[in-house]
């Protein structure tokens, strides 16, 4: 065996060598989840063994993922990953290049020079393939996956691959956006070689090699996947999920034309694109022109959420599209639904990140249906009473609570707290019924859902109703189609209020007893040219809403067209109970009179009010009759709720100070563990003090007191509110902030994480996140103690470069799979430890300094009156120190 020293000016230890491996050496990886991963095993004179992980990096397993033919590296791993092995630790400290043709071509201590535990067993994963392209498609992005093993083309089976993969593979191949998966095409050649390894991707990843995979031989694979992309996207719209429709054909995107496209076939779009349901077809240029090809077809997809692909389409020659006959679409969204009942109404589900969840009920009000049934383009609220109706027992519950006026067109729109939100069961589950998509009815542009111009969905199409001889007959059976009470004035809107747009209904004549506007005498017409009729409106009485104040403020109240006011003759705390009860904010702190929040204008409404607080509503007290008062407008009631929230500066000046939150009641801090400058700077931004900011340490603004409202709260740039943002990770039951059970905020709620495949790579990420370095091990079994509270993710795949946790795949824990002695934990390589701010470092050492120059002062007075009663110089030494002792 040959022996060469390398030199120390290669960077590299003194002790590593570089030693000629035997002839018979073998490498191979072990109990992986495919030939291309695993723990990395070497076969050394006959004997198998592994390799230790001492500084065990990317260019060490690259030259192992090259040597077995798995092609590039994708993870280096160490800790035992992949199992602890047997037999003898081969080799350890190898300090490859990247370029080597072997590991054991690589500098090393040598051959079993070290005893190495097992748990320090290295592995790797392997991209298991070097290219990737698409055959037999029109273009170079579409067709067949196929993946590069050595110098061997592999065909992927389409059962190995699902849509976040496609988006994957096609940013790579830098071919845009996936758009669809087609199925079902058989491959040709038997003997092809086929990829035996599903593709488990998130959607992020920026190579296909990157995403987590697992073999699965179980499966047969009897079609191949042409990767696809031939489909349809929306261009020009103000999200991604509005827009003109746009469709690829022969490798060309182009508007696509069709004069028979209606709701249906819209619907079916907007839930291929994972967008909701669809809520109107715009009209005119709504969208613009395309610049590209003009594909001319019909479309028809009468069959209820059938697949796209399903939908034919037949493309015929390309003249141009005439105006007005290209298809557009306003999809919902992507983020809300209702469950067990009909297109509008059900359980109210909303999605964050991947996963849907079940909204709590306890906040759930008529204001907040009201904005959801306008967004789905179902009308308004009816009731969100509804029992059992739309509920099971099982499901997943957010803690979402949203505080809507009820004019939003969005519920994203409204306020939207966590904060100290309780928790829920899966049957306390907000329910609605809504007016319905067929003949809707809505009052727009008003301060009430009960007053504003009418307008009328038609077809599912929103349109404007124009009449000449518009009369209270006609406003009575539009107030009573809404449920608002009775029409207290039909009127026609001024000419700067006017809408534009398509025309739903004209000339209406209406006896009165009607139940909807559409079972009157009427003229539809959607070809009326704009002005020749005039926009109609109405006022009802109303459905005697409070206005929502954010949870705090002056009430008001919405009757007969009017918003008015409370006297606060016998206001106490049962009244402002009632009100904050049925604004959703919780209970009342405090009842407030004679104008606190300032004075109202307009009517009286209620005076002598009398609840017992257990009503539903405020109307539901004992009072005098509507706008019988004695009061004056200095005499206003007002409520403080418990939900409501506010910020402060104090210590300082208007921008500057120590921050805190006033929440149930109380003024309290917030902690600046992990706080960015982005956390600051959306601070700055909520108390509109500019976009920048910086965190001020060392209790610049003195100590706070009472409660720690917040702690690691977390903002990002999209964050103007700091009630938009979330707090995130921490680590519980260590020796101090870098050890410890990993525990994470979600849906106001601290809870764990289950240690189901929880490994040194997720525990890498973890201790990044928190700013402690790297991780020693990934610890399980609630190694430091049992936490409480929610499991809310389990069976986490980190890389270990993500940043943070989130950007891991994860499966979120609905079910029984877990309990807390299975709490997943870290240890990591560095400590946080209490810094000592230099002012406080600088008193330490001038006390010192003082104490000593005192102590030295002190020994010569003693020295001086020694010498005059001949004390000794030891004693004067005692004196001396026993005086620097006391400082």
């Given amino acids: 065996m040959e022996v060469v020293l390398w030199h120390c000016d290669w960077g590299l230890h003194p002790s590593i060598m570089k030693i000629r491996p035997h002839r018979d050496d073998e490498l191979r990886l072990t109990n992986g989840t495919g030939p291309c991963s ?170 296909l090699a990157h995403c987590p995979r697992m073999l699965d031989r179980s499966k047969a694979c009897p079609f191949i996947l042409p990767a696809g992309y031939g489909g349809y996207r929306l261009a020009n719209g103000s999200t991604t999920c509005s827009g003109r429709v746009e469709l690829l054909h022969g490798g060309l995107w182009g508007t696509f034309c069709d004069y028979l496209w209606n709701f249906p076939a819209a619907n079916a779009l907007c839930q291929h694109l994972d967008c909701g349901i669809a809520l109107s077809i715009p009209a005119g240029q709504s969208f613009g022109k395309g610049n590209g090809s003009v594909w001319n077809g019909t479309f028809s997809c009468n069959k209820e959420g059938s697949h796209l692909r399903e939908c034919p389409v037949n493309v015929l020659s390309q003249n141009e599209c005439p105006a007005g006959n290209d298809a557009r679409v306003v999809c919902s969204g992507e983020h809300y639904r209702l469950v067990n009942g009909t297109t509008c109404s059900g359980r109210v589900e909303i999605r964050h990140g991947d996963t849907w969840g079940r909204l709590c009920r306890s906040h759930w009000n008529l204001q907040d249906a009201s904005v959801l049934c306008r967004q789905l383009n179902c009308g308004y609220a009816k009731s969100i009473e509804t029992g059992d109706l739309f509920v099971d027992g099982n499901g997943f519950v957010w803690r979402d609570v949203f505080h809507c006026e009820g004019t939003e067109s969005c519920l994203w729109d409204c306020a939207q707290v966590t904060l100290g939100n309780p928790t829920c069961s899966a049957r306390e589950t907000a329910t609605v019924v809504c007016s319905g998509l067929s003949d809707s009815l809505r009052l727009s542009d008003g301060e009430s859902r009960c007053d504003g111009r009418v307008e009328i969905s038609l077809h599912g199409m929103w349109g404007r109703v124009l009449d000449d001889d518009w009369n209270i007959k006609d406003a009575t059976v539009v107030c009573r189609q809404l449920q608002c009470g009775i029409a207290k ?113 307009g009517q009286i409404w209620l005076d002598d009010v009398n609840c017992t607080g ?41 921008c500057a100070g120590r921050l805190e939150v006033f929440y149930n009641g109380t003024w309290g801090s917030i902690c600046s563990n992990h706080m960015s400058q982005l956390t600051a700077i959306t601070a700055c931004k909520h108390l509109n003090c500019g976009d920048g900011g910086e965190i001020e340490k060392d209790f610049k603004y003195g100590r706070g007191s009472g409660p720690m409202w917040l702690d690691h709260i977390e903002c990002n740039e999209k964050h103007s509110s700091l009630w938009q943002c979330q707090e995130k990770l921490r680590v519980v039951g260590g020796e101090d902030v870098c050890s410890g059970r990993v525990e994470i905020w979600n849906q106001g709620s601290w809870g764990t994480i289950c240690d189901d495949s929880w490994d040194i790579a997720d525990a890498n990420v973890v201790c990044r996140q928190l700013g402690c370095g790297s991780a020693v091990s990934a610890l399980s079994e609630a190694a430091f103690g049992e936490g409480t509270g929610p499991i809310w993710l389990e069976k986490i795949h980190c890389k270990g470069t993500e940043l943070s946790l989130w950007d891991c795949p994860s499966k979120p824990l609905f079910g029984k799979n877990c309990d807390h002695k299975e709490d997943a934990a870290v240890d990591c390589s560095e400590t946080q430890n209490v810094r000592i701010s230099a002012p406080v470092i600088l008193c330490v050492i001038l006390g010192a300094l003082l104490c000593l120059v005192l102590a030295i002062l002190a020994g010569q007075i003693r020295s001086a009156r020694a010498q005059k009663r001949g004390v000794s110089l030891s004693t004067v030494t005692k004196c001396l120190l026993e005086e620097a002792g006391k400082c």
């Fill in 489 to 601: 004035k039909a009127y026609y809107l001024p000419r700067s209020e006017r809408g534009i747009g398509l025309v739903g209904l004209r000339s209406v004549q209406c006896d009165g007893n009607e139940t909807q506007l559409v079972l009157c005498k009427t003229s539809h017409s959607q070809a009326l040219p704009t002005g020749v009729a005039e926009d109609v409106g109405v006022i009802c009485s109303g459905e005697y809403t409070l206005t929502h104040l954010r949870c705090a403020g002056r009430v008001e109240l919405y009757h007969s067209g009017i918003w008015g006011t409370i006297c606060d003759d016998n206001w106490d705390l049962s009244d402002a109970n009632v009100v904050c009860k049925q604004l959703g904010c919780g209970y009342a702190i405090k009842a407030f009179v004679a104008a606190h929040y300032g004075e109202g204008s």
């Fill in 614 to 654: 257990a009503e539903s509503g405020l109307w539901a007290c004992p009072s005098r009759a509507w706008g019988q008062h004695n009061c004056q407008h200095k005499e206003d009631a007002g409520v403080l709720c418990s939900e409501f929230l506010d910020l402060r500066l104090v210590n300082g000046n208007d």
């Fill in 38 to 207: 695993g723990r990395v095993e070497i076969k050394h004179e006959d004997e198998w063994g592994t390799v230790c992980d001492g500084d065990w990096n990317i260019e060490d397993a690259e030259v192992v993922c090259k040597q077995v033919g798995c092609g590039s590296a994708v993870q280096a791993l160490n800790r035992a990953p992949f199992g602890e092995g047997s037999g003898k630790t081969w080799l350890y400290r190898v300090d490859c290049r990247g370029d080597e043709s072997a590991l054991w071509n690589c500098p090393h201590t040598g051959w079993d020079a070290f005893s190495c535990p097992h748990y320090f067993d290295v592995g790797v994963i392997c991209s298991g393939f070097s290219r990737l392209h698409l055959a037999g498609g029109d273009t170079a992005c579409s067709g067949h996956l196929k993946v590069k093993q050595a110098e061997t083309w592999a065909t992927v089976c389409y059962s190995h691959i699902d849509f976040n993969a496609a988006s994957v593979i096609c940013n790579e191949l830098k071919c845009g956006q996936a758009v669809d998966i087609l199925r079902g095409f058989h491959f040709g050649n038997r003997h092809e070689l086929i990829w035996q390894e599903e593709f488990h991707c998130v959607g992020n990843e920026t190579h």
